[in-house]
């Protein structure tokens, strides 16, 4: 029902970036990378990656070079959540960006690390700029008043705290990133049942990579949970929590921590509030310390049919939630400010607070000016009235992917999610032959797009899409993964 593996992270991506600069490098391989416009014609046909220095790449503006025709839909594209993101950030002298360097030398189009190809709201940037060059806000600091409310308001009311955060401010701890907190929760657990050596940890899978690495780094086995995957129609994947399978690798004597995340990443699930209390009663009766992560809950589609529910929200229902619980959350993947380093974790148990707080010593300062992000992420109008922006272009993004993928490629070879939330989808692929598994993980790669594999994340036969990106973009992303499926609808590579 589970298995105990260790997952080496970025490993397949490694490979996948060497591995495609290889076959750039010694042509030995055509990637077709988009179509290029005749304007005697108007047909088009495929453009090798060995193309002339001086032609224009795909994203320079004036480029000839354009995805196919297969990536129509008829979902249109609403304003993006800033003008200026039209042009995307791929770096400058002073900024390079990871998403679209690792993968630079093998010309590939982004589609992988979560991360935005989309700027921070203007009036963040205006602040944390303000911060910097008015009050020359560089040093160690401290969230002001003002910041701890923003937050505590938000984990009461978004992610169900109902009042316990404002009325405990201690309850807050600052982290410079959601990973420490991964970390910090399996220390604790290690410290605290010492009888339960040696320890492990559960989580449900497909799931965030950094799950799985931080049991390898904490030398702690990992039990993973596959999540129940049903097809809906004859595409549509939807996963579902099995709470026999979850039961069984909880009630391991030395399993003591669950890593959960709700909103799922990768598979944009919103979890109902009957699956959330099966999680929680589950970690009382058998005594697991649970870390939920919420990073997600304010990237909903349809908070109608699908509301996003923090697992605080069950403490009136839970009796002994609360000595276990620990919730994080940052605005960073809303706001795509990752790297401005700041999160938190909210904490009601003082015994917890005080055993999180010993094994943590050694984290990093939050700088202030994530203290300023998070103030304008929660306090300014302005930052809210981006984020709907945003959300409306990426539910646009998210559909106008599912219907291009959905159309153009056989239901034997794909099957992929609708998320619920989250700018990931994700992806079943199916149709290698045996002696072809070896290549999946650079399958995408070698006809130049960038996913996240799915070995990265407990499921091999899985990759993840990110399309959050301008549709120019993401078009140009859709063309050469719908050029990889023509490869596998052909006939299964390597057969």
Not at 81 to 94: E, M, T, Y
Not at 303 to 312: E, K, L
Not at 388 to 403: K, S
């Amino acid at each position: 029902m589970f298995s105990v593996r260790r997952v080496r992270f970025h490993a397949d991506c490694r490979r996948v970036a060497a591995s495609a600069r290889v076959i750039v490098n010694l042509g030995q391989v055509q990637l077709q990378f988009g179509a290029r416009a005749s304007s005697s014609t108007g047909t088009s046909t495929g453009v090798s990656a060995n193309r002339e220095p001086s032609e224009k790449q795909w994203w320079q503006p004036g480029s000839t070079f354009l995805p196919g025709p297969r990536v129509t839909s008829t979902v249109g594209v609403p304003p993006l959540p800033d003008a200026a993101d039209l042009d995307v950030n791929r770096g400058s002298s002073s900024y390079v960006s990871r998403k679209w360097t690792h993968f630079a030398a093998a010309q590939c189009v982004p589609l992988w690390v979560a991360d935005m190809d989309f700027r921070a709201p203007l009036p963040m940037r205006q602040a944390m700029a303000s911060a910097v060059l008015d009050d020359g806000c560089i040093g160690y600091s401290d969230p002001t008043l003002a910041t701890q409310i923003a937050v505590a308001t938000k984990l009461d009311t978004t992610h169900g705290f109902d009042g316990r955060v404002a009325d405990n401010l201690g309850a807050i701890r600052w982290l410079p990133g959601l990973i420490p907190a991964l970390h910090h929760i399996i220390r604790v657990a290690a410290a605290r049942y010492t009888e339960a050596q040696p320890m492990s940890i559960a989580t449900v899978t497909p799931i965030y990579a950094r799950f799985l690495a931080t049991g390898r780094i904490e030398n702690t086995a990992v039990h993973e949970v596959p999540l129940r995957c049903e097809t809906m129609g004859t595409h549509e994947l939807r996963y579902a929590l099995d709470t026999v399978a979850l039961e069984e690798a909880l009630s391991h004597a030395h399993c003591k921590v669950l890593l959960w995340c709700n909103p799922h990443n990768p598979t944009g699930r919103v979890w109902t509030r009957d699956e959330l209390l099966s999680v929680a009663r589950l970690c009382v009766k058998h005594d697991v310390l649970l870390l939920s992560d919420e990073v997600w809950s304010d990237v909903l589609y349809d908070p109608t049919a699908t509301p996003f529910i923090g697992m605080a929200g069950l403490l009136d229902d839970v009796p002994g939630l609360l000595e276990r619980l620990v919730v994080i959350t940052a605005p960073s993947k809303t706001f795509n400010i990752a790297t401005a380093n700041v999160a938190f974790a909210a904490v009601l148990c003082p015994t917890l607070r005080r055993q999180l707080i010993a094994v943590s010593r050694d984290k990093a300062e939050t700088p202030p000016l994530g203290y300023v992000a998070v103030l304008s992420a929660y306090a300014d109008p302005k930052c809210a009235a981006w984020q709907a922006r945003l959300i409306a272009y990426l539910q646009a993004n998210r559909d106008h992917a599912f219907d291009v993928l959905s159309r153009n490629v056989e239901s034997t070879h794909l099957k992929l999610t609708r998320p619920e939330a989250t700018y990931l989808m994700w992806m079943h692929v199916g149709g290698f032959s045996p002696e072809a598994e070896v290549m999946r993980s650079t399958f995408f790669a070698r006809h130049g797009v960038a996913l996240t594999s799915g070995s990265q994340c407990g499921d091999p036969l899985g990759e993840r899409i990110n399309f959050a990106t301008p549709r120019v973009t993401l078009d140009h992303g859709l063309d050469r993964i719908l050029r990889a499926f023509d490869e596998l609808q052909e006939g299964p590579p390597l057969r």
